[in-house]
């Protein structure tokens, strides 16, 4: 079981005396950021701020820093070091591999995306259409948000070079099976790119258990720094043409990042290491074993959040009804605008959001009020039972 007062006292926001009181559920819009992470981006600026890798002492401290930061993130997402990339975010990671993907790619090849993405994982794609390329949708079911796996087949044919994908979509929560997904994709000879930005704060994936070519997510929802992170497996990675400075084609990592690396985030990102294994170390099992338990608190916290606003006549509950099956991202469709219900949390010392999370695309496919949007409550595994409470009262009050 996971020690809920060890996890929140690695988080130094839980002890912030203006944030008491504070129950924070907008974790899907980015997480609080734990210790080691701070204190890695504290040394780094305080004594490691000069040009990374050149010949001093600082220099070469902060770049192996930053080259410890992708080792040991790769080594947790179980891929080598030099298919892990940094970027300034998930968004602009996938902008640029759209752009690999084009020039690798002969108009009339197709290219499929779903209704359910984030529009990071959508747009991106959707505009190669101008190249030349068909476009061709995998649709949600429009009730419940799902994506059914059955509906990929008939899209797969000799064409299609490219299926992408959420792990979880960030309105939906639903958990989509990957692995399969994948298997299917590969056995029609595509790649598959995976937007992993709403799962990955729940349980840092195995990408290589996974199968898929492209993982992508975000460190500032996994209680890192504002940095994107990408997983591209060797096989694409080396097909792909690079996107970078001419000179640094032939290095993987380096490929598909045409921004100059933020030093002292990336370095940083290796806190969230350091904190993941800490955890397991506490806790007694690996540090890939950590996923499980953070998946068993948030399920048991989960549930009665879902079985509450399940008995709501006033509320569209959007993905699964059973906890087991999601990630608590919990999206509701209210009758008025969903931003002022969540001012109206806010007074209950709830922290939500309310408006459309650029996932427009799922939520017009479920035929909802992009205007009203959804609220969202959305919590990790570092939020307690009492959190829950808060919020189940709050929303009683409110809605
Ligand atoms: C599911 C999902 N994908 C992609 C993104 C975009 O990530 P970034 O802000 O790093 O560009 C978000 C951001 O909210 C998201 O929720």
């Known amino acids: 079981m996971l020690d809920l007062s060890y996890v929140r006292g690695q988080f130094p926001a839980f002890a912030e005396p203006s944030l008491q009181g504070q129950a924070f559920f907008e974790n899907a819009g980015g997480s609080y950021t734990c210790q080691p992470v701070i204190d890695r981006l504290f040394r780094f600026y305080h004594q490691r701020k000069v040009q990374p890798y050149a010949p001093y002492p600082a220099a070469q401290a902060g770049g192996a820093e930053m080259d410890e930061a992708r080792t040991r993130l790769a080594g947790l ?52 259409a101008d190249h030349g390329i068909e476009v061709r949708e995998w649709k949600v079911d429009p009730e419940t948000g799902h994506l059914d796996p059955a509906e ?8 299609v070079r490219l299926v992408c994908f959420p792990h979880c979509s960030n309105v939906v929560g639903e958990i989509n099976p990957v692995a399969e997904i994948t298997a299917l994709a590969h056995a029609a000879g595509a790649w598959v790119c995976v937007d992993g930005v709403s799962y990955a704060p729940h349980g840092f994936p195995d990408v290589d258990a996974l199968g898929c070519d492209i993982y992508l997510f975000s460190a500032y929802k996994t209680y890192g720094p504002h940095q994107g992170i990408m997983a591209i497996r060797r096989e694409l990675a080396n097909l792909l043409p690079n996107q970078a400075h001419s000179f640094n084609g032939d290095t993987l990592y380096k490929k598909f990042t045409p921004a100059g690396p933020d030093h002292a985030q990336v370095a940083a990102c290796a806190g969230m290491v350091d904190y993941i294994e800490a955890l397991a170390t506490h806790q007694g099992v690996s540090p890939r074993e950590v996923a499980g338990l953070m998946h068993a608190h948030e399920v048991a916290l989960m549930q009665p959040l879902l079985d509450y606003l399940g008995t709501k006549n006033s509320v569209r509950l959007l993905g699964p009804t059973d906890a087991a099956r999601r990630a608590p991202t ?18 209950h010392g709830i922290m939500a959001g309310g408006g459309d999370f650029y996932a427009v695309r799922p939520l017009q496919a479920m035929g909802i009020d992009t205007v009203k949007g959804v609220l969202r409550l959305s919590f990790v595994h570092y939020t307690s039972p009492d959190e829950v409470d808060q919020l189940l009262a709050a929303l009683d009050a409110v809605l």
Do not use: C, K
């Open 77 to 128: 997402l179980n891929i080598a070091p030099d298919e892990l990339s940094f970027g300034p975010s998930t968004s602009q990671n996938i902008y640029v591999l759209s752009q690999a993907v084009r020039e690798a790619m002969r108009p009339g090849e197709a290219i499929i995306v779903t209704n359910q993405d984030h529009e990071a994982n959508s747009g991106a794609w959707r505009r190669l």
């Open 152 to 159: 990929l087949e008939p899209l797969l044919d000799e064409s």
């Open 330 to 347: 919990v999206a509701v469709a209210l009758q008025r605008p969903a931003e002022g219900v969540a001012r109206d949390l806010a007074q």
